[in-house]
Nanobody, 132 residues
């Protein structure tokens, strides 16, 4: 059964750090593009970072401008998990964070991997609250 499970969210003070995990089952994460998204109350879901699978041995990572230099996406193939390391957190980063995968299809190849419309499988989300 295909499944994505996020974890690692919580309450953190401004300037703090969190590492989110996206554990996959039912498919292999290095076969497909994977994205991290967030949705704040009253706002649309937006792309934060993604790993775009170009080929069996080539992947590229992309970041939204708002998180460049603060967030790092990584993938552990042995654990079948994708991580999002978030540093220097700000209050307006408060949101539910989701991971998503485009399973069974090629692409997206390039910065369009930050578009939520490119994905067909989603996790349930993990809450991140940045507050003092």
């Amino acid at each position: 059964q295909l499944q994505l499970v996020e974890s690692g969210g919580g309450l953190v003070q401004p300037g703090g750090s969190l590492r989110l995990s996206c554990a996959a089952s039912g498919f292999t994460v290095d076969y497909y593009s994977i994205g991290w998204f967030r949705q704040a109350p009253g706002k649309e879901r937006e792309g934060v970072s993604c790993i775009s699978r170009i080929s069996r041995i080539i992947s590229r990572v992309y970041y939204a401008d708002s998180v460049k230099g603060r967030f790092t996406i990584s993938r552990d193939n042995a654990e079948n998990t994708v991580y999002l390391q978030m540093n220097s957190l700000k209050a307006d980063y408060t949101a539910v964070y989701y991971c998503a995968a485009r399973v069974g299809q090629n692409g997206p190849n390039g910065p369009n991997c930050l578009s939520k419309d490119q994905y067909n499988s989603w996790g349930q989300g993990t809450q991140v609250t940045v507050s003092s």
